[in-house]
């Protein structure tokens, strides 16, 4: 049995070398996902102190789904059903809690943050205005800006809360997993975390909007420490929650089942199916990106694309372009429906190695907001600008995943443009004393 489950581990292992592959490309992509790893040790970490038996049938319908959709799931779909065959062959599935640590595990930040971002965005100016307006302070809510006296306060994307979300679910899934906690007292826990998360972010947001609003002076150092204070009290909330859920009762213990041949056979041929190429890319559009000749009244000059970015733009919908105009650089990307394949520039710059300022809203030359931040890197110093409006310039959006949700729901009012203008900006050197 022993040899078995030894030649299983190494079969497994070569089916699911993408999944390992492409985790250790976006553990390197800048976006934050290393944050997985402390939920990856903290699945394991528990796993290994209360073990618990597999469900090896349950572990082949799962690689069997994980073989089926190696052809046409995009990389994080695909990385699901390979979990579920480590859980179910661990053990792990029994508890809610581990599970949850295992699927946090995943690189999912960037994709939080895309397709999340503007509706928490706006689920926390929304509430941030009804609780002014509760104290009698008359506020307005333009999208996720809040009109705050003679000031527009806006609920930009490091305010959108998604970073608490992730802290208060890896929270969670620790209660769950130590509290032992069933199926569905972990399902009420999270509901009970998702909303206490919500409130928590709208409070800390309506506290931030005061200072930004010049309504009040507040020390630069509190705008962090007011977000730990109200997330510090979600958690005390949630651990009081756990403790309450908690029934004292263990999992009768069971000798651990043999690994039927059948699981082996299986998983020799998914690791087959994996050698195969995976493509699931789509055929970019056959709309074109028209020549550009001036921005804002300068020349510019077409920049052959690196090979990197060719091979981006193969299945990018759309056309990608990059032009010199003078000393800046101006990055064109030309879409034609909503894509996940649009992702912020600081994404890429970050991938990069650049350190990124926090954004600000500021005015183009033809009066529209667009989103402004400074990326640094060694020498490198430069102010990027970045702005996203329809062919016709009759919409605008100052980031990506506002755009998404209206492309996603209103796919014919496209094509839209990307306009991401690189200024270097030239460093002094300091004089440092001792």
């Known amino acids: 049995?022993?040899?078995?489950?030894?030649?299983?581990?190494?079969?497994?292992?070569?089916?699911?070398?993408?999944?390992?592959?492409?985790y250790s490309d976006r553990l390197s992509d800048g976006s934050g996902e290393p944050l997985g790893l402390i939920a990856l040790a903290a699945a394991l970490g528990l796993a290994i102190?209360?073990?618990?038996?597999g469900n090896p049938r349950c572990a082949e319908i799962a690689l069997i789904i994980y073989g089926i959709g190696f052809f046409f799931l995009p990389p994080l779909l695909r990385a699901i059903p390979a979990l579920l065959t480590i859980a179910f062959l661990t053990g792990m599935h029994h508890r809610a809690g581990k599970l949850a640590l295992l699927f946090l595990s995943l690189p999912i930040q960037a994709s939080m943050d895309f397709f999340l971002g503007f509706p928490f965005r706006v689920i926390t100016a929304e509430g941030s205005r009804m609780i002014f307006s509760f104290f009698g302070i008359s506020v307005e809510r333009y999208g996720v800006q809040l009109s705050l006296g003679s000031a527009l306060v806006s609920v930009d994307p490091p305010c959108s809360g998604l970073q608490m979300l992730w802290a208060t679910a890896f929270l969670t899934a620790i209660l769950a997993a130590l509290f032992k906690l069933n199926y569905?007292?972990?399902i009420s826990l999270g509901l009970a975390a998702l909303l206490l998360c919500i409130l928590a972010n709208i409070f800390r947001a309506t506290f931030l909007a005061i200072p930004e609003a010049r309504l009040i002076a507040m020390p630069g150092f509190l705008h962090a420490g007011i977000g730990l204070f109200f997330f510090t009290l979600a958690g005390i909330a949630l651990v009081k929650l756990a403790s309450w859920f908690h029934v004292k009762h263990s999992l009768t213990p069971t000798p651990p089942?043999?690994?039927?041949?059948?699981l082996t056979a299986t998983a020799f041929g998914v690791s087959l199916i994996t050698l195969l190429p995976a493509n699931t890319g789509r055929p970019s559009s056959e709309n074109e990106l028209p020549i550009q000749t001036e921005y804002r009244g300068r020349q510019l000059e077409e920049v052959p694309l690196s090979s990197r970015e060719e091979s981006f733009?193969?299945?990018?919908?759309?056309?990608?372009?990059?032009?010199?105009?003078?000393?800046?650089?101006?990055i064109l990307r030309h879409v034609t429906r909503a894509t996940r394949m649009l992702h912020?520039?600081?994404?890429?710059l970050k991938a990069?190695?650049?350190?990124?300022?926090?954004?600000?809203?500021?005015?183009?030359?033809?009066?529209?907001?667009?989103?402004?931040?400074?990326?640094?890197?060694?020498?490198?110093?430069?102010f990027v600008s970045e702005i996203i409006r329809s062919s016709d310039s009759s919409r605008y959006w100052t980031d990506v995943c506002a755009w998404y949700w209206h492309a996603l729901f209103h796919p014919n009012s496209g094509p839209w443009v990307a306009e991401t203008l690189l200024t270097p900006i030239n460093l002094e050197p300091k004089n440092e004393s001792s």
């Open 1 to 22: 049995m022993k040899t078995r489950r030894i030649t299983i581990t190494l079969v497994l292992a070569i089916a699911f070398a993408p999944v390992f592959l492409w």
């Open 49 to 53: 102190k209360d073990r618990s038996p």
């Open 184 to 186: 569905p007292r972990s």
């Open 257 to 262: 089942r043999p690994l039927p041949l059948r």
């Open 313 to 330: 733009a193969r299945n990018f919908p759309g056309q990608l372009k990059i032009y010199q105009a003078g000393n800046d650089t101006l």
């Open 344 to 348: 912020p520039s600081y994404h890429c």
């Open 352 to 382: 990069e190695g650049f350190s990124i300022s926090h954004s600000r809203l500021e005015r183009d030359h033809n009066g529209h907001p667009m989103a402004t931040y400074q990326a640094k890197l060694n020498q490198e110093h430069y």
